[in-house]
């Protein structure tokens, strides 16, 4: 079993940024890719990849983030971290961390992202 807990979420005016952190602990050494996703208020939204990075640093981001938001990894802290610069409104969602073992993937419980223009 993987535990994720996210924090840094808060609420930005346009052009702002925030890091969050997301904190991995028990079967750490099972963790293959970390990513962060996220998802807009309402029912039947689907959760959208926003950027993973693997085990061995490979990343890969959304097209609406690319040159705005970078994924990192310490992996003697198991801590993966997502830099959001030049936050935009259309960035306003909960941002849940996500830790691939296997074919199981592990969430934490979210954290909520809120930019103002």
């Known amino acids: 079993q993987v535990q994720l807990v996210e924090s840094g979420g808060d609420m930005v005016q346009a052009g702002g940024s925030l890091r969050l952190s997301c904190a991995a602990s028990g079967d750490i050494f099972s963790i293959n890719t970390m990513g962060w996703y996220r998802q807009a208020p309402g029912k039947g939204n689907e959760r959208e990849l926003v950027a993973a990075i693997s085990s061995g640093g490979t990343t890969n981001y959304a097209d609406s983030v690319k040159g705005r938001f970078t994924i990192s990894r310490d992996n003697a802290k198991n801590t993966v971290y997502l830099q959001m610069n030049n936050l935009k409104p259309e960035d306003t969602r909960v941002y849940y961390c996500?830790?691939?073992?296997?074919?199981?993937?592990?969430w934490g419980q979210g954290t909520q992202v809120t930019v103002s223009s």
């Open positions: 996500n830790a691939e073992v296997g074919l199981i993937d592990h």
